[in-house]
Each structure stands twice: as C-alpha cells, then as structure tokens.
C-alpha cells in the first residue's frame, strides 16, 4: 500500500504534537524566565489575534464573492470567535488557549490529505490492481479524526508528571479543529 506524502506530513505532525506535550511546561518555564509571563501571555493573545485578522479578511473575500456562502462562514466563525472570547476571559492559565492554533492545523492538514472526490489505495502486489474509496465528506471525517487525537492527547497527558487531563482542553482541541475546517473550507471555496 503506498501512502502519499500529505498523509506523511499528518504523521509526522501529530507525532510531533505527542513528542513535544511532555516539554511544553518547561518551554513555557524557559520562556517565562526569559520574559515576563505578561509579556508571555501577550505574545499567545496576540498570536490569537494575528490567526482571528487572517479569517476576518477571509470572510471579508467571501461577502465580496460569495454573499450566501459567506453569511454561514461568518456566523459560524463569529460564534467560534465569541466562544473563545468567553472562554479566555474564564481562563486561569492563558496558555491553554495555543490548544486552537494546534489543532486548527491537525484538522486542516487532515482534510487536505484527503482527495475530494477519492483517496486511491493502490495494491503493490500486483501493480495492476487499482481501488479507491470515495470519501463522501472530508470535513466530518476530518473533525472525527482531530477530536479522536485531542483525546489521545490528553489521555496522554493524565500520564504524565507535570500535566493533566481535563475535558476543557479535549473542547479546545475539537473547537480548535472545527475552526480550522473552517477557515480551510473558506480558503477552498
């Protein structure tokens, strides 16, 4: 069975995604030493920021394109956006928030691996032999396959010294996933 390169790039992502979580306290640590934890902080709202203009002008493009598509892309990320707002206001460790920028990225990286309208499997036995499946909806079996890594993830975690498990980081990873089919699809489209 040979596998494309997009799915290896989803691989080694979220490896990377595994491999990193037992150090983020001590990259946080390090980068508090060096900077104020305000400045810390800053630097994660502002990142926020910088991923919220780049979607806004996105949904800009769309009402100037596409007005149908554009008002249920808006309205859901403005209700993605004022969750998160909420949220951040609630929450007792900012850094938390890095959960959506992450697995935004796993989601998007997801769906682009799989084909539209197929994923070919080819059998390397034979060489002549060639099957396909049809992927009906991406998007679903992408926001599936986030959820069931921000799970792993924080399954992960309850093992680990220096970190937990809690059902408000598996929302931010799978709300983190949503909002980034979201932004694919408004790219896509």
Same mark, same amino acid.
């Given at each position: ?11 080694? &992502? ?5 491999? $990193?979580?037992? &150090?983020?306290?001590?990259i946080i640590r390090f980068a508090?030493?060096?900077?104020? *934890?305000?400045? =810390? ?7 926020? #920021?910088?991923?919220?203009?780049? $979607?806004? !002008? @996105?949904a800009v493009l769309f009402f ?14 403005? %209700? #993605?956006?004022?969750?998160?707002? #909420?949220? &951040?206001?609630? @929450? ?7 959960? @959506? ?8 990286? $997801? =769906? ?9 499997? *080819? ?22 396959a986030t959820g069931i890594v %921000? #799970?792993?993830?924080?399954? &992960? ?20 996933? !949503?909002?980034? @089919?979201? =932004?694919?699809?408004? !790219?896509?489209?």
């Amino acid at each position: 069975m040979k596998i494309s390169r997009k799915w290896t790039v989803v691989f080694f &992502y979220t490896v990377a995604i595994f491999v $990193i979580t037992p &150090y983020l306290p001590n990259i946080i640590r390090f980068a508090s030493s060096k900077w104020s *934890s305000f400045g =810390v902080s800053r630097f994660v709202l502002w990142v926020e #920021i910088a991923i919220a203009l780049l $979607i806004l !002008i @996105l949904a800009v493009l769309f009402f100037i394109h596409r007005m149908k598509k554009a008002i249920l892309f808006s309205t859901s990320l403005a %209700g #993605i956006f004022l969750l998160s707002f #909420i949220l &951040y206001q609630f @929450l007792p460790n900012p850094y938390e928030f890095t959960h @959506l920028p992450e697995y935004a990225v796993l989601s998007m990286l $997801i =769906v682009w691996a799989m084909d539209k309208k197929k994923m070919g499997i *080819s059998d390397s036995i034979e060489g002549k032999t060639k099957k396909s499946i049809v992927i009906k909806n991406p998007y679903f079996l992408s926001a599936f396959a986030t959820g069931i890594v %921000g #799970i792993g993830d924080e399954i &992960y975690q309850h093992f680990l010294p220096n970190r937990y498990f809690t059902v408000y980081d598996i929302f931010l990873n799978i709300l983190g996933g !949503i909002l980034g @089919l979201l =932004v694919f699809w408004g !790219i896509k489209r």
